[in-house]
């Protein structure tokens, strides 16, 4: 049986904690990818206004 | 009043909904199961960078080339170096998280328990095309861990795939770091608060915070190394106005932290292991957690203190080689606050005790070699000698593998409910630790005589130290072969661990359960009164 079959863990199946639990990996995900545009984005710029 | 174990409070946990066959793997969502996989992957690619470093210590062992020529030396040098940082002890690190977070903070699995899967299921894909590398044309990387432009642009068919086996480690290690981040903050159970947190998990948070911060950058340099290779842009590339030494910045604004990555994880296990077999709370929790953060802030502002050679201004040495020594206060709040502990304790020696102090010790050289390194004018002697590969394996042998072999002895019995032959594992590490210092102190000797670093070949005043050196390597490396068989040795016929203690002096919320720990665990949330004994600090 997997996981998907198994009933959800008591305190997984709280709908705030869902929310919550949602709402962290977005936060992080967001920060992820402002690190790895903005620092391609910095150097471009870096790039194209040198001197 | 002693109270029952877990699973016999809440008889749920014996239903262990257990899947079987391949399926268990590949499918598997259970954090224990992913973290057991990582923890094998980590091993497997343990002994093959292992096997390069053999082989590099062979062709060292006299002056001359004998085993290899000078191309594949290159190769094993950076692949040793990529395959121990991003498939060893990365890897191990986060098996280490997979297997412990949830049951020291209450929790059911991770938070994301798919991604988990995925996480993992990236790194063998991964490994699988770095160390394919070796049958194109052109044979495997060869321009360093590194990666520094304009060498790296020079490799022929083994740079992409580089790129994107750095690529795919990147994503592996930012999606474990988001799941660690979303657990600790989702998913403790009633009553943990953070400041009840076990240090090993508080160490695990800010090092995820890391990976968050830094993994993309090093995505972000390679993405671009990538473009000015293909697509004709001059990122590095000094002929189109571009600047290969921004590339040096970037990889070591990554760099940096990475060490600490690295390394911080290890100083939650000897945080966790030393007040055990001291039978004391650790002294300074708080401080312990404080000084964790302050590193890992540092760890931001230093990255220049690689680079100190390359021509920076005075004013950016000056600030750089202070901001690099600050870092010696908040390390030394830890390493103070680990003897305090152990200060009239009731001391006992067992093998994850053992590789604490082996670690306190080995990595506090580590470090005053570090601050040897941070001074601008001696660095300037000291920069590309085999002194700098003195001080970051003492830094990294005994600061991350070493903590991790104490990780693992102290929570095996937890694990698979049986004890570990004792007298082995401290073979083990007595010949570890003496072997250790065989092959690494040497090379102080011979970085301080002026012998360069990454060389196939030296000069004959080299050869004696280089000798000691490489014996000292194969014996180190033979010495490791014990570990795969005590594991095994332990889950085939370990005696088995009676009650939820494995040892007298533990305490935390893994403590609590039976041993083994059961395949689905605090289903439950545990209970205030055991939250408050694992948090006696």
Same mark, same amino acid.
């Given at each position: 049986?997997?996981?998907?079959?198994?009933?959800?863990?008591?305190?997984?199946?709280?709908?705030?904690?869902?929310?919550?639990?949602?709402?962290?990996?977005?936060?992080?995900?967001? &920060?992820? +990818?402002?690190?790895?545009? %903005?620092?391609? *984005?910095?150097?471009?710029?870096?790039?194209?206004?040198?001197? | 009043? *002693?109270?029952?174990?877990?699973? $016999?409070?809440?008889?749920?946990?014996?239903?262990?909904?257990?899947?079987?066959?391949?399926?268990?793997?590949?499918?598997?969502?259970?954090?224990?199961?992913?973290?057991?996989?990582?923890?094998?992957?980590?091993?497997?690619?343990?002994?093959?960078?292992?096997?390069?470093?053999?082989?590099?210590?062979?062709?060292?062992?006299?002056?001359?080339?004998?085993? &290899?020529?000078?191309?594949?030396?290159?190769?094993?040098?950076?692949?040793?170096?990529?395959?121990?940082?991003?498939?060893?002890?990365?890897?191990?690190?986060?098996?280490?998280?997979?297997?412990?977070?949830?049951?020291?903070? /209450? !929790?059911?699995?991770?938070?994301?328990?798919?991604?988990?899967?995925?996480?993992?299921?990236?790194?063998?894909?991964?490994?699988?095309?770095?160390?394919?590398?070796?049958?194109?044309?052109?044979?495997?990387?060869?321009?360093?861990?590194?990666?520094?432009?304009?060498?790296?642009?020079?490799?022929?068919?083994?740079?992409?795939?580089?790129?994107?086996?750095?690529?795919?480690?990147?994503?592996?290690?930012?999606?474990?770091?988001?799941?660690?981040?979303?657990?600790?903050?989702?998913?403790?159970?009633?009553?943990?608060?953070?400041?009840?947190?076990?240090?090993?998990?508080?160490?695990?948070?800010? #090092?995820?915070?890391?990976?968050?911060?830094?993994?993309?950058? +090093?995505?972000?340099?390679?993405?671009?190394?990538? #473009?000015?290779?293909?697509?004709?842009?001059?990122?590095?590339?000094?002929?189109? %106005?571009?600047? =290969? &030494?921004?590339?040096?910045?970037?990889?070591?604004?990554?760099?940096?932290?990475?060490?600490?990555?690295?390394?911080?994880?290890?100083?939650?296990?000897?945080? $966790?292991?030393? =007040?055990?077999?001291?039978?004391?709370?650790? @002294?300074?929790?708080?401080?312990?957690?404080?000084?964790?953060?302050?590193?890992?802030?540092?760890?931001?502002?230093?990255?220049?203190?690689?680079?100190?050679?390359?021509?920076?201004?005075?004013?950016?040495?000056?600030?750089?080689?202070?901001?690099?020594?600050?870092?010696?206060?908040?390390? /030394?709040?830890?390493?103070?606050?680990?003897? !305090?502990?152990?200060?009239?304790?009731?001391?006992?020696?067992?093998?994850?005790?053992?590789?604490?102090?082996?670690?306190?010790?080995?990595?506090?050289?580590?470090?005053?070699?570090?601050?040897?390194?941070?001074?601008?004018?001696?660095?300037?002697?000291?920069?590309? #000698?085999?002194?700098?590969?003195?001080?970051?394996?003492?830094?990294?042998?005994?600061?991350?593998?070493?903590?991790?072999?104490?990780?693992?002895?102290?929570?095996?019995?937890?694990?698979?409910?049986?004890?570990?032959?004792?007298?082995?594992?401290?073979?083990? @590490?007595?010949?570890?630790?003496?072997?250790?210092?065989?092959?690494?102190?040497?090379?102080?000797?011979?970085?301080?005589?002026?012998?360069?670093?990454?060389?196939?070949?030296?000069?004959?005043?080299? !050869?004696?130290?280089?000798?000691?050196?490489?014996?000292?390597?194969?014996?180190? %490396?033979?010495?490791?072969?014990?570990?795969?068989?005590?594991?095994?040795?332990? &889950?085939?016929? %370990?005696?088995?661990?009676?009650?939820?203690?494995?040892?007298?002096?533990?305490?935390?919320?893994?403590? $609590?359960?039976?041993?083994?720990?059961?395949?689905?665990?605090?289903?439950?949330?545990? #209970?205030?009164?055991?939250?408050?004994?694992?948090?006696?600090?």
């Amino acid at each position: 049986m997997t996981s998907s079959e198994q009933p959800l863990l008591p305190r997984q199946d709280d709908a705030g904690r869902r929310k919550r639990v949602r709402r962290t990996t977005f936060v992080v995900t967001f &920060v992820v +990818l402002a690190f790895y545009f %903005g620092f391609i *984005a910095m150097m471009f710029y870096r790039a194209t206004h040198a001197q | 009043m *002693a109270e029952k174990p877990h699973s $016999e409070v809440h008889a749920h946990d014996d239903h262990d909904h257990k899947p079987h066959g391949w399926r268990r793997w590949v499918f598997a969502t259970n954090h224990k199961d992913i973290g057991t996989m990582y923890l094998v992957f980590s091993c497997i690619m343990f002994f093959t960078g292992g096997l390069f470093a053999m082989v590099i210590r062979a062709e060292l062992f006299k002056p001359g080339l004998q085993v &290899v020529d000078a191309g594949v030396f290159n190769s094993l040098t950076t692949m040793h170096g990529l395959v121990m940082i991003f498939g060893a002890i990365m890897p191990a690190w986060v098996g280490l998280a997979n297997w412990m977070i949830p049951i020291q903070i /209450g !929790a059911p699995d991770m938070a994301l328990p798919r991604l988990n899967n995925l996480s993992f299921w990236i790194l063998p894909f991964a490994f699988l095309l770095l160390l394919s590398s070796w049958l194109v044309p052109g044979s495997a990387p060869a321009g360093g861990w590194t990666m520094y432009p304009p060498l790296t642009l020079q490799f022929g068919a083994s740079f992409p795939m580089l790129i994107f086996a750095i690529h795919m480690m990147g994503i592996s290690s930012i999606l474990g770091a988001i799941n660690v981040i979303v657990t600790i903050m989702n998913l403790r159970a009633p009553g943990m608060t953070l400041l009840r947190m076990p240090l090993f998990v508080w160490t695990w948070l800010i #090092t995820s915070f890391l990976l968050v911060a830094v993994m993309p950058v +090093l995505a972000g340099a390679v993405t671009m190394m990538l #473009t000015d290779h293909f697509f004709g842009t001059s990122f590095f590339n000094a002929a189109g %106005g571009g600047d =290969p &030494v921004m590339f040096q910045h970037i990889f070591w604004f990554f760099g940096h932290p990475e060490v600490y990555i690295m390394i911080l994880p290890g100083f939650g296990v000897v945080s $966790e292991v030393i =007040p055990a077999f001291s039978r004391k709370p650790l @002294f300074g929790y708080e401080a312990m957690v404080y000084a964790t953060a302050s590193i890992a802030f540092l760890s931001f502002i230093v990255w220049a203190h690689h680079m100190f050679t390359v021509g920076l201004p005075l004013s950016a040495l000056l600030f750089f080689m202070f901001a690099t020594m600050l870092i010696a206060v908040p390390t /030394g709040v830890k390493v103070f606050n680990w003897t !305090a502990t152990m200060w009239r304790g009731s001391l006992s020696f067992e093998p994850p005790m053992l590789f604490a102090i082996a670690f306190l010790f080995l990595f506090t050289i580590g470090g005053f070699s570090g601050l040897m390194l941070a001074m601008v004018p001696a660095d300037f002697q000291y920069q590309d #000698t085999y002194f700098v590969v003195a001080h970051f394996h003492y830094v990294l042998v005994s600061g991350s593998a070493f903590a991790i072999m104490a990780g693992v002895y102290y929570w095996l019995p937890k694990w698979v409910g049986r004890m570990y032959d004792l007298r082995l594992a401290t073979w083990h @590490f007595w010949l570890s630790a003496i072997f250790f210092n065989v092959l690494f102190f040497p090379q102080h000797f011979l970085g301080l005589a002026g012998m360069p670093r990454r060389i196939p070949d030296y000069a004959v005043q080299f !050869a004696d130290w280089n000798m000691v050196s490489s014996i000292g390597g194969f014996a180190f %490396g033979l010495s490791q072969l014990l570990f795969p068989y005590i594991i095994w040795k332990c &889950v085939r016929s %370990g005696q088995r661990v009676e009650g939820t203690r494995a040892w007298e002096g533990a305490r935390g919320l893994e403590w $609590e359960l039976p041993s083994p720990a059961p395949y689905h665990s605090w289903t439950t949330p545990p #209970t205030e009164a055991m939250i408050a004994r694992g948090a006696e600090h």
